[in-house]
């Protein structure tokens, strides 16, 4: 006799604040991209790295990109635990990159900063493979294209606040380098840096 096929696993369907819960992660992914991007060639400059030095100091973006992406992606499809398969990893990533924003603008010298990039570059990717994965993990297929747009929603607001945030603070609420801090990194740059490190744990 023939065995009838077991019904389908139907995900449940999501309301718009519950997508937009799970998709929220990624403005403060984004936001700390957006930092980095806007930032640290100056950051840098200011611990005296040579305009010709800056290029190779900025191998860190694509080449953790090329090696921690399918890493974690292949190592998250086959995680089981109490927190599920992605939470671990989107987790992990997120306290690592907000301990390297805190650190990074309080860099004394140019070697410490390119450390540090490393380091929020693979935490930023440990977090992003996952999230990006959340979603389709989550949502029913009829709503995974609502799904992936509220990601954009929030990459695309990341990466503008990230990147206006020390112009904001400089000129909006006429914020200038603190009297007697000799630091390198301007004090609008590192408040940029330390209100990221909120927006990516958040």
Request: proline share 5%; charged share 10%.
């Amino acid at each position: 006799m023939a065995v009838k096929p077991s019904r389908e696993f139907r995900k449940p369907t999501r309301n718009f604040w519950q997508i937009w819960n799970m998709s929220f992660g990624f403005f403060g992914i984004q936001f700390g991209w957006g930092l980095q991007m806007a930032n640290m060639s100056a950051i840098y400059e200011y611990l005296g790295a040579r305009a010709d030095q800056i290029p190779i100091l900025w191998l860190a973006a694509p080449l953790t990109g090329m090696i921690i992406q399918p890493i974690i992606g292949h190592a998250s499809d086959r995680t089981w635990g109490r927190l599920g398969r992605r939470r671990p990893y989107f987790l992990a990533g997120a306290i690592l990159a907000s301990t390297m924003l805190l650190l990074m603008p309080n860099s004394s010298a140019l070697w410490m900063a390119a450390c540090m990039l490393w380091i929020l570059d693979a935490s930023i990717n440990v977090s992003m493979e996952p999230f990006r994965a959340f979603v389709a993990d989550i949502l029913p297929e009829g709503q995974r294209t609502a799904g992936f747009a509220m990601q954009s929603l929030f990459i695309g607001l990341g990466a503008v606040v990230a990147s206006a945030l020390p112009w904001l603070l400089t000129n909006a609420f006429h914020m200038h380098q603190i009297a007697g801090d000799t630091r390198a990194v301007p004090s609008t740059v590192r408040l940029s840096f330390y209100i990221g490190a909120a927006a990516f744990i958040g």
